[in-house]
């Protein structure tokens, strides 16, 4: 059974950073894609980032150039480094294996003006 857990989130000022962690359990993660998705309060889930198992990485437009997403194998735990955050940024950030229906419980972000 595989399960995601993330971790990282909370409130910063427009302009900051965070890092949003994903702690997987299970088999073959080092096999697996893992992607970042988030939704924000009123709006449909999005796509922000995917890594593949062999490490290349797509974003949303809406983040390109400011996220940054990379994966640790041997930790079994992918990162989403967000900078230059926005207030639209706001969201529940889930880490997700899209291609088996799993989602994490979600971390909040929350990015005041």
């Known amino acids: 059974q595989v399960q995601l857990v993330e971790s990282g989130g909370g409130l910063v000022q427009a302009g900051g950073s965070l890092r949003l962690s994903c702690a997987a359990s299970?088999?073959?993660?080092?096999?697996?894609?893992v992607g970042w998705d988030r939704q924000a309060p009123g709006k449909r889930r999005e796509q922000v980032a995917t890594i593949t198992s062999s490490g290349s990485t797509s974003y949303a437009n809406s983040v390109k150039g400011r996220f940054t997403i990379s994966r640790d194998n041997a930790k079994k735990t992918v990162y989403l480094q967000m900078n230059t955050l926005k207030p639209e940024d706001t969201a529940v950030y889930y880490c997700?294996?899209?291609?088996?229906?799993?989602w994490g419980q979600g971390t909040l972000v929350t990015v005041s003006s």
């Open positions: 299970g088999s073959a993660f080092n096999l697996r894609p």
């Open positions: 997700t294996y899209r291609h088996l229906g799993v």
